[in-house]
């Protein structure tokens, strides 16, 4: 499902964000990344949705090189990748149902059938009783169960989630979790950096190490350090 | 769908900064109208000393109804003149054409003449455009056997042409200035509009919206506030034009401007003219932003 080849990221300020890393993860995984901040995490998860481009090597993505890939096209290769942020990213403005809403209507599906998705996705999260409450109404792992909404409303085939939990309390983060957990089931890849070494531990997934720019460890079943 | 997501997200993006939007309609408004005005003009002194263009500097009228010997002999000396660089024909349905336009604002005056008793003429530009050369030129043919009269090119329509021409080249400037202006603040509106939506274009980046799909509602926004700002300017000309054919007093001492007219067709082009600067006006300000400040 994703292919990492020699890949190195440098930003401008010469600091190497992504050292020779070689990575292959399979459909349906669930993959850690863990590190200290600076370690190249959040890097990782950008070249992946192509925010960034590397500077050597190559990234396949189902199979397709995406380093080649042109701007038009990248839309569409984000539309197979679902986001979910520390900061969820909720739009204030609308309500939770036109949030998960927004990313359907965005790329072009019709109405028919954001009306038949997006209750059917507030629902897997638990959410339904919120669809037309706004998001300074909820609660943060309430906000995060709908950016986990948006994120998968779409079925993408891989979903990226970039510390997911890193504004929740620990009680709050199992529930997310739960959640990933149940969409990873589903046959979606899921990668997702985290600092949580309570969630990494207990869950037992593949681990992959980050320090510096460099993969230091690739533990399938692995533990936090 | 589309179309629905379009319509309504240029026009919050419009209302959001009603004033800034204001400014910049009304700015492409008070440009276009001058272009138009002076475009205006133009056609109209055109149209008023229009058998004077060109560098004609008297006209040979023939009686109405010369025998066609008279106005080959008229035509021959004119053509073998080495003082006559150019001549140009006019029969009697030309004149009844022209006639009407001059006359476009008095139709109970066109419709008392009858086209055949109008002068078929010969226009003629001399090689020497010295006035006196042109006189001693021009009255050799008032002699000749069928011809009615010589008019010349008077010093009041060459003043005329001249300042119109002036005119209308200091309008374009001023226009110009102020179009850049609203180009600019069309461009700035709709970086604030981007800053606005700022959230919405990073999500749908992130859930995969296409570039255009994110550009357009702005391109929209541009395209929109430049054709308002042409139809305020068009709706300003529409309204102005009655004013504007009496605004040269009557034409006791210039009797050849008694038509300072302006035809619908004229009206149409100019029209049609402000319209389409206007847009491009709104697209350019518009792509411009797109492009440099929407980062997709």
Redesign the interface.
Known sequence: MIKIENVTKTYKSSTVALRDANVEIAKGEFVFLVGASGSGKSTFIRLLNKEETPDEGHIYVAGKDIGGLSSWKVPFLRRNIGCVFQDFKLLPTKTVFENVAFALEVIGRPRSVIDAQVPAILDLVGLAHKSSNFPDELSGGEQQRVSVARAFVNRPLILLADEPTGNLDPATSVGIMRLLDRINKTGTTVVMATHDRGIVDTMRRRVIELDRGTIVRDQSRGVYE | ??AE?YVRETASNLGRNITITLASVMTVAVSLALVGASLMLRSGVENATRRWQGGIEFVVFMNPNPTQEQVDAVRTDLEQSPEVSKIDYVDKKAAYEEFKMLFADSPELVDSVDPETLPPSFRVEPVNKEVDAVEALGKTYSKMSGVRQVVFASKTIRLIQQLSSRLTVGIFVIAAFLLGAAGLLILNTIRMAMFARR??I??????????W??RVPFMLEGLVQGLIGALLAIAALAAFKPFFQKWLPSSKDIPLVSGFQVSSGEMLFIFGTLGVVGILIGAIGAGIAVSRFLD?
């Open positions: 769908m589309k997501y959230r919405e990073e999500v749908m980046k992130l859930v995969g919206a296409t570039n799909f994110i997709v």
